[in-house]
């Protein structure tokens, strides 16, 4: 049998948290032969929820799980991860302004980062999920010093998964038939979905799907506000789906791409395809046989779709230039 690895999950109590931690403790992302351990984190006024949880997982008596922390505590929740989902964040309440909310979650993305570098292993792998994911993603990785900045990741795949399903159903494919669908930019509803590169069963999505109109309107306007239309249909922000996507990025990042084909996360830019260093922004990624991953470059961006990455990366640059005070150096 393997040594146990550990996941830490921030907001391990919530939603989100709910629909991954048993998929994690069952074997079924980090596969059959290898035990984990589970570091759940939370606040204090959620620990006796998080009790809860730690109830119902004991209760499943999964072979794999080895050791369950249920903490407050960033350093002993941290401590030893091999991967930090940081899925806990706060909600944007009535009233509250887009820089309101970065700024109160940006406080807990500076804490979490620092907590990361003194206690994880140096090779743990970030995955920030909670809102503004890009730019949390960012204030954290830039205050976990020591840390590369390469281990640090912000979810799209949700906006990926969405977009793929909606090109399937108009095309009246599976969705497994829809490949090389990249997310550009930010997490929110400037994201580009880009269906100029995006492929089915290997012909150009353009050329499946002829109504361009669709493509350029209905298509991205639906994936950008995939979210909200959740909200009013369920009365609830998405958890099963987020969970998914998130369990998805971490399958996606330790085994390697197939061929040919990329995944969406946001990583930190280092200037390609002319997006400002330092930015994390979500582009085409390659996980590589050993383990590492790349970005895949050379991709040719018609005007349409620059004026799409334009918008998104100015988002982003916003969101940076507002949090900038919790950004080091
Ligand atoms: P919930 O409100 O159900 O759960 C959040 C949990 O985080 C709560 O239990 C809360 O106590 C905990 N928490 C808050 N601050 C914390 C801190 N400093 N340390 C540890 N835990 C803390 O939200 P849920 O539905 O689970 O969503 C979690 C986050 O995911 C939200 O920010 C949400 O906006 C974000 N999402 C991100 C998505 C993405 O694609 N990147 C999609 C889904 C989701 O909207």
Not at 54 to 60: A, K, P
Not at 156 to 178: F, I, M, P, W, Y
Not at 233 to 255: E, H, I, K
């Amino acid at each position: 049998m393997k040594d146990p690895i550990t996941i830490s999950i921030t907001g391990a109590a919530g939603n989100i948290g709910y629909a991954l931690l048993f998929r994690i403790a069952s074997g079924s992302v980090f596969g059959a032969d290898q035990p984990v351990n589970l570091h759940l984190i939370e606040i204090e006024p959620a620990l006796p929820a998080l009790q809860g949880v730690v109830m119902e997982l004991d209760d499943c008596a999964f072979p794999l799980l080895k050791n369950i922390v249920a903490t407050a505590d960033l350093a002993e929740g941290f401590k030893n991860a091999d991967w930090a989902l940081l899925v806990g964040s706060v909600p944007r309440k009535a009233g509250m302004e887009r820089n309101d909310l970065l700024g109160i979650n940006g406080k807990i993305f500076t804490g979490q980062g620092q907590a990361i570098a003194a206690n994880a292993k140096p090779t743990c792998k970030t995955l920030v999920v909670g809102n503004p994911c890009n730019t949390n993603c960012l204030i954290a990785m830039s205050n976990a010093t020591g840390l590369p900045k390469n281990q640090f990741f912000a979810m799209t795949r949700l906006d990926e998964n969405r977009a793929k399903s909606q090109l399937a159903a108009k095309a009246g494919v599976h969705s497994s038939q829809v490949t090389n669908l990249c997310i550009w930019g930010n997490h929110s509803a400037t994201q580009y979905p880009d269906f100029v590169h995006a492929k089915i069963d290997g012909k150009p999505v353009t050329e499946v799907i002829s109504d361009r109109e669709w493509l350029e309107g209905e298509f991205i306007a639906t994936v950008q506000q995939r979210g909200a239309a959740i909200i009013k249909a369920r009365g609830a922000s998405s958890a099963a789906s987020a969970a998914n996507a998130a369990l998805d990025t971490v399958m996606a990042l330790s085994t390697p791409t197939a061929e040919g084909d990329w995944h969406s996360v946001a990583i930190c830019s280092n200037g390609e395809y002319g997006i400002e260093p330092g930015i994390m922004a979500s582009m085409p990624i390659r996980t590589k046989a050993d383990g590492s991953w790349e970005v895949v470059e050379g991709l040719e961006i018609d005007d349409f779709s620059q004026g799409k990455i334009d918008a998104t990366i100015a988002e982003l640059k916003e969101e940076r230039d507002a949090v900038k005070d919790l950004i080091p150096g």
